[in-house]
């Protein structure tokens, strides 16, 4: 079942007021690839045509995940002063919360992480194809950064 909120509006861009070099990139950006240029087109019909990317972050699968993790995420989060939301949010857009998950570059698990970065001595945790060993070395890495 579909329900639209709102049809043929515009869409604009949210840029802080003390940003001006962003906002002029990005209005660049937009004036050279508007609908009906190449990438325009692109854009156009893989973002606002096909919304099959977007998924149902409610779902009954994936809020089990959510509850399943939450106390990991919480626990790194206090750890290394992170948000645990933004754990948990980074790790949905990573994995869907799936620590089977396992990327053509060789990144695993829920947060995502390469084995080299988990080695890296400023993350230095092993075993991160363990749920807990995964976000502890997730978060310590977002730390470093």
Known sequence: REIAIHT??????????????????L?????????GTLL?????????????????????????????LRDYFIKYGDQYQLDWLLLA?????????????RSPAGAVGIMQIKPSTA???????PDIHRVESNIHAGTKYLRFL
């Open 8 to 25: 043929d509006g515009d869409r604009a861009w949210a840029v802080r007021k003390d940003n001006p070099q962003l906002k002029a990139v």
């Open 119 to 125: 080695r890296d001595p400023n993350v230095n945790i």
């Open 89 to 101: 949010a980074q790790g949905y857009q990573e994995s869907g919360l799936d620590q089977n998950k």
């Open 40 to 68: 325009g087109n692109l854009l156009f019909n893989r973002y606002m045509k096909n919304v099959d990317f977007v998924s149902n972050a409610f779902s009954s699968d994936d809020l089990q995940r959510f509850r399943d």
């Open 27 to 35: 209005d660049e950006f937009v004036r050279k690839n508007r609908k």
